[in-house]
């Protein structure tokens, strides 16, 4: 099968060539679809394809997506954003796939990279469907966070792709620009939309608000059970920063219903207990968040939450228990995901000063 590779671009010059150098060696066909660039977005495209169209930007990135997807002409349809990158090892499996997909496979999803820790190793990140079966026929939906529904056969991948920013300066307003704008005019948002403005509203600081669109998302009963746990977290997090502890444990609890125990979840349970000064509760569940495996889930997944965190933190409330040989064993365990931390050289220091002292 052959590969049209979509994208939508708009003043990409210092990512896009990176992007497309390191998909070029999968891509059978490049479609790029300039919303209004002002730099040397097109020249730097025209070095790898000459399937280069202009859209007249108006908000809405599934209208941007879905004329990208109209000028493919291979098999398969695939997205990318400029500013994500395509790893060697990916670039074979996706060759390898271009080999082997059966025929009756509609979309394919791949594992969405969106931030690393210090030893580059993948700390935040999602599935993404990825891959589309042109006959298929599948639009884009949603004007911002859009997507396409995961309906059809599916086939799941860890292939890996790199959303690599380059500048990590001030957070654009363009995504919750986007969502004022249809809420100033009356647009009635999906549960979905809900959820990704909430997240928004998050991001740019606006707790009040965020709090007022995630109850609004669980509210609606409709959500996507990913989501609702995620939100559930969240939610509880800006509960906690917000002083209303009150609706911390009933939000975190509710997310039980819906699948087993999260780590994430486990680690805002025990910092609710460790802010009261009950470390023996908090420290259980931290200790759980530590034992729980990566989940099996196509959300978004901080893998932090099942390796460093909770390891830090049990050490911490087992310290304050006066028990050093086993904070100390926690911190250790902590050191495995990241050897180089600050806290953890800290700790290792502080404890065994504490355990000479009580031996």
């Known amino acids: ?8 671009v708009k003043n990409e010059e210092e990512v896009l060539q990176r992007c497309l150098e390191s998909a070029k060696g ?9 919303t209004g660039s002002t730099d040397k977005t097109k020249e730097i495209a025209k070095q790898f394809t000459d399937k280069i169209y202009d859209f007249e930007w108006g908000n809405d990135f599934s209208a941007a997506r879905n004329f990208a997807f109209s000028k493919a002409n291979k098999d398969y349809q695939m997205w990318l954003d400029a500013d994500d990158v395509i790893p ?51 639009h884009w939906i949603d004007p911002v966070h859009e997507c396409i529904p995961l ?5 799941y991948t860890d292939i890996e792709i790199w959303h690599k920013k380059t500048k990590l300066g001030e957070l654009s307003t363009r995504n919750i620009d ?11 948002f999906s549960a979905r939309q809900l959820y990704y403005y909430a997240r928004e509203l998050r991001d740019h600081g606006k ?11 669980l509210k609606t009963g409709l959500g996507w059970f990913e989501d609702i746990i995620t ?7 800006l509960y906690r920063n917000n002083g209303q502890r009150d609706k911390i444990l009933p939000t975190l609890l509710k997310s039980f219903e819906y699948d087993i125990p999260r780590a994430q979840i486990c680690c805002e349970l025990g910092y609710y207990y460790k802010e009261e000064e009950r470390y023996e509760q908090a420290f259980k569940w931290f200790d759980l968040a530590t034992r729980l495996p990566q989940p099996d889930s196509i959300g978004f997944v901080f893998a932090d939450y099942t390796g460093y965190i909770p390891n830090i933190e049990a050490c911490v409330c087992l310290s304050l228990l006066g028990d050093y040989h086993r904070a100390n064993d926690y911190n250790e365990k902590a050191s495995i995901s990241r050897p180089d931390c600050p806290s953890v050289r800290q700790n290792r220091e502080y404890l065994k000063g504490m355990m000479k002292k009580y031996i």
Not at 178 to 188: D, F, N
Not at 207 to 217: L, M, S, V
């Open 26 to 34: 999968f891509a059978d066909e490049i479609i790029i679809v300039d």
């Open 1 to 8: 099968m052959e590969i049209s590779l979509c994208l939508i």
């Open 88 to 138: 060697e090892i990916s670039v074979k499996q996706m060759n390898g796939l271009k080999r082997n997909l059966k025929d009756d496979v509609d979309i394919v999803t791949m594992k969405y990279v969106l931030s690393f820790d210090e030893n580059g190793n993948p700390t935040y990140y999602s599935t993404r469907e990825r891959l589309f079966k042109r006959s298929k026929d599948y």
């Open 231 to 237: 939100c559930s977290s969240d939610l509880a997090a």
């Open 178 to 188: 986007i969502y004022k704008a249809l809420e100033s005019v009356g647009k009635e």
């Open 207 to 217: 707790t009040e608000d965020a709090i007022i669109y995630y109850e609004k998302f």
């Open 151 to 155: 309906i059809g056969n599916i086939q």
